[in-house]
Each structure stands twice: as structure tokens, then as C-alpha cells.
């Protein structure tokens, strides 16, 4: 084992293994050309420019909406399961209380007797409908939810309004701007 270890150290010296890649020149001038070479090439500098990327278009709104009704009922879905400890199934809901602006509204949800008794909740569509400004950078939006109820291996459509809240965030990164977005839901029902 010894000789192989040998052998192999012996041949990656034989063969340039402890060469690096920049070349050195008895010539004082001539490093310094390569230097600055190698600097251009794995070291570019990046001019800051002043510019502003605006990416919020309606489908950002619509996609986030979308996220966050998506990841609320998955956590439901999650407590819905057989084998679901207390502690986990509290440990979710309070989880599921951070993606609403008002908590109270999320345990309102929660508690309807129709949420409760299903086997799990599954988004069907989410259609917008209208923003109404708060603030300059605020905003309310309203969106037509359609989702399915799993109850005992049947399935019922259901229709309401969801709202969610809007804030965007504008960003200032090396020097260039960006806008992005933080929602919460509001309400979903009338």
C-alpha cells in the first residue's frame, strides 16, 4: 500500500501536478503584464450603476397571492393527518397564524366548523379581481378563491374572496434598485 502511495505522489510531481497556472519571467516587466491578465480575468470590476429594475408586475401579486393561500393550506392539511401529535398540530397553526396580518382572522378560519371537520383543503384557482391603495406603497387586493374540501373521499368546491395586504419594498443593492414585495392574508370570506 506503501509503494502505491509512492508511486502515485512520484508521478503528479513527474507530471506538473505542483505547478500553478501563472507563469513567472526572469523579466521584472513581464510579471507584471500577467498580473494584471490574471487580475482582468478572474477578478472583473463592476462599474455601480444607478439604475431601477422594477419586476412587480401582476403576476407578482397574483404568484405571491398564490404562494401564500397555498402554504396556509398545506399546513392545514398537515394537522389534518392521522398520526399528527397536540404538539405538532400546534406548533403548525401557530406557524400558519404568521402568514395572516391579524392572527385572530387566521384562528376565525380555523375554527369554522366546515374547516374542522374536512380531511384536507386543495386551491383551486385564484382569479384577481382589484386593488384598492392604502398608502403609497401599500394595498389591499382582492382575489375570487376557488378550493376543493376533502371530506370522508368526497370532494366540494368552494367559492369565496380572499384579501390579501401588500407592501413594496424598495431595495438598494451595489448601487442598484430594486422593488420587491411582503404580503399577508387578510380575510378569506365575505
Not at 38 to 66: G, Y
Not at 92 to 119: G, R
Request: with cysteine; net charge positive.
Amino acid at each position: 500500500m506503501k509503494k502505491l502511495i509512492y508511486i502515485l505522489l512520484l508521478l503528479s510531481v513527474a507530471c506538473g501536478g505542483g505547478k500553478d497556472g501563472l507563469k513567472v519571467s526572469q523579466k521584472s516587466g513581464e510579471n507584471q503584464i500577467v498580473k494584471q491578465q490574471f487580475e482582468k480575468k478572474v477578478l472583473p470590476v463592476k462599474p455601480i450603476i444607478n439604475h431601477s429594475k422594477d419586476s412587480l408586475t401582476q403576476a407578482s401579486f397574483d404568484a405571491l397571492a398564490k404562494q401564500k393561500i397555498t402554504r396556509f393550506f398545506d399546513m392545514i392539511n398537515l394537522t389534518k393527518q392521522a398520526k399528527t401529535t397536540k404538539d405538532f398540530i400546534n406548533f403548525t397553526t401557530d406557524n400558519a397564524k404568521k402568514l395572516w396580518l391579524k392572527p385572530d382572522n387566521a384562528k376565525l378560519f380555523l375554527q369554522q366548523s366546515a374547516i374542522q371537520k374536512v380531511d384536507s383543503l386543495k386551491l383551486i384557482a385564484l382569479t384577481f379581481q382589484k386593488f384598492q391603495a392604502q398608502q403609497s406603497d401599500e394595498m389591499l387586493a382582492t382575489y375570487r378563491l376557488r378550493y376543493e374540501i376533502f371530506k370522508n373521499g368526497q370532494a366540494q368546491v368552494r367559492q369565496t374572496q380572499a384579501k390579501f395586504y401588500f407592501k413594496i419594498l424598495n431595495l438598494d443593492l451595489d448601487g442598484q434598485s430594486y422593488q420587491s414585495l411582503k404580503s399577508k392574508i387578510v380575510r378569506i370570506g365575505r
